[in-house]
T-cell receptor, first 114, second 114 residues
Framework: EPEVTQTPSHQVTQMGQEVILRCVPISNHLYFYWYRQILGQKVEFLVSFYNNEISEKSEIFDDQFSVERPDGSNFTLKIRSTKLEDSAMYFC????????????FGEGSRLTVL | TQLLEQSPQFLSIQEGENLTVYCNSS?????LQWYRQEPGEGPVLLVT?????EVKKLKRLTFQFGDARKDSSLHITAAQPGDTGLYLCAGVVISSGSARQLTFGSGTQLTVLP
């Protein structure tokens, strides 16, 4: 069964460092998303991406964040200068395009900022 | 403001008991999904409900979408320890774009004791 894969599964970084989280969405899907979940809190929307551009972003997704899909398969989330509060589980998700909005999630990348 | 309120937040029951989890909002959703999340993993889609009043069954799980499409419930019959997990409802927020981001509730942590 096709699945969304994410790497790394866990990354530890120093505050102020750049981090890139990678995702390979399901191959025929058209819409791509990043969500995050701070430990013990709800899953929060960060950004959606369609047709090689950002469709929507939340207030969390500030200038420190960027996304791109450089080669048509990988979908990356970059945090330019990490802060302690960026520590969270980051989930990539993809959707084919159905109107019901069913998303398929990866297993997540745990980011720990020290 | 919590767009989607889930209750109860925590639920601990004995194997064999029945339970109901609620997801409520003041907003109307075009569709609503229920996910289950295990610790350290991404949310896994259980069901999507689209039509007001719709009822869907998945083995011992029964999902209902409210007539006004503002609320939903998940009922589990004869709960088993394998049902333990975090249950999340998520609704599609219709925005100006077509990306249709999901808004998640805060979740119900279910523990079924043997």
């Amino acid at each position: 069964e096709p699945e969304v894969t994410q790497t790394p599964s866990h990354q530890v970084t120093q505050m102020g460092q750049e981090v890139i989280l990678r995702c390979v969405p399901i191959s025929n899907h058209l819409y791509f998303y990043w969500y995050r979940q701070i430990l013990g809190q709800k899953v929060e929307f960060l950004v959606s991406f369609y047709n090689n551009e950002i469709s929507e972003k939340s207030e969390i997704f500030d200038d420190q964040f960027s996304v791109e899909r450089p080669d048509g398969s990988n979908f990356t989330l970059k945090i330019r200068s990490t802060k302690l509060e960026d520590s969270a589980m980051y989930f990539c998700a993809s959707r084919y395009g159905s109107n019901t909005g069913e998303l398929f999630f990866g297993e997540g990348s745990r980011l720990t900022v020290l | 403001t919590q767009l989607l309120e889930q209750s109860p937040q925590f639920l601990s029951i004995q194997e064999g008991e029945n339970l109901t989890v609620y997801c409520n909002s003041s907003s109307v959703f075009s569709s609503l999904q229920w996910y289950r999340q295990e610790p350290g993993e991404g949310p896994v889609l259980l069901v999507t409900v689209v039509t007001g009043g719709e009822v869907k069954k998945l083995k011992r799980l029964t999902f209902q979408f409210g007539d006004a499409r503002k609320d939903s419930s998940l009922h589990i019959t004869a709960a088993q320890p394998g049902d333990t997990g975090l249950y999340l409802c998520a609704g599609v927020v219709i925005s100006s774009g077509s990306a249709r981001q999901l808004t998640f509730g805060s979740g119900t942590q279910l523990t079924v004791l043997p």
